[in-house]
């Protein structure tokens, strides 16, 4: 029963993500490793359209990931999986727990939950970067180094990080900008060779 | 997302005043799950319990739903177009710089000393270089820090 286990894969992301929506990402790198129901690239896709629509970026993602599984009851099913602990844990803490910031087991797992999220995060962060920039696969095929790098989009990307770190009036703008920009000159340039 | 939730649940409902507000952000980062979801049921079972918990979480999670679906029907559709698929590989381009920045920005605020480095780096090895998934590793830290935050105070 497929909305079964996409329940629980997505209960077990809302359980054990800490700390923001990119949090998330591993856990959805790994139902791809394990499970197969979407690949790395179509995570990649998923985190750009969570990134430029309203809404919290792990709720997004789930939904995206549930659509592309199972359709309309799927992301209806993943969402309310990565949620429902957070319902539960939230409404048990403020319910019954007072202090529970300062509880001394809280602050000290924290304290190893912290860094442990930054290099899931990291590490995503590294899934992501191959995925655009990198051809792995026409690389294993002819072992050249120049056939390793996507160079048109490292270029894309070194632009946009450009624009995005150091050009004071361009740096704030909304993500959204700088993707409609990329999927147009992806469009332009033939980023796909399609 | 704060300033939002300032603006609509402190000033126009006063649901929460601004320093509980405050403290319904810090709790939900220490929380698991994510932080915009816990901050909506912190909210919603302040005013009505365990149903205010329930109908305010689920009011955050709404538009995403229907808003992701459209798009995702949408794309499903056109996906095969050379367009799009050019289109989204010039986006994929731009998502793995914009997920860098917001790394590093998370890096820039991180507390560093030796323990953390420590399970950054096995965390980060053991992610990238093996099939340990997230799901054990998440546990094992917060043992970690609990065992070394144990070990600091003895030291002491």
Known sequence: ????????????????TVGGGLATLPFFYDISDRLGWFTYQEIADMIAISESTPGAFGVNMASYAGFTTAGVPG??????????PSLIIVLIIASFIRGFQNNFYVSSALYGLRPASLGLITASAVSVLSIALLRTDLFKQTGALLDLFDFKCV????????????????KELHPLFFIAVSAATGVVFKFAGA | MLPMLQREVVQKKEWATEEEL???????????????VNMATF???????????????????FPSLVIIILIAALLSNFSDLPAVQNAFAGIRACVCVLVANAVVKLWKSAKINVFTILVFAAVFACTALTDISPVF???????AGIIARNLEARAK
Not at chain 1, 3 to 11: C, G, H, V
């Open chain 1, 155 to 170: 270029i894309l990307a070194a632009v946009i990080w450009i624009a995005t770190n150091l050009v004071r009036p361009i």
């Open chain 2, 43 to 61: 909210i919603g079972q302040k005013i009505k319990g365990v149903p205010g918990g329930i109908f305010a979480t689920l009011g955050v999670v």
């Open chain 2, 137 to 143: 590793l998440v546990p094992a830290s917060a043992v």
């Open chain 1, 75 to 84: 992301a209806v099913t993943a969402t309310f999986g990565i949620i429902a």
């Open chain 2, 22 to 36: 405050v403290d319904f952000f810090s709790l939900s980062q220490c929380v698991p799950g994510i932080i915009a």
């Open chain 1, 1 to 16: 029963m497929i909305y079964l286990s996409l329940f629980w894969e997505f209960f077990k992301t809302g359980l054990f």
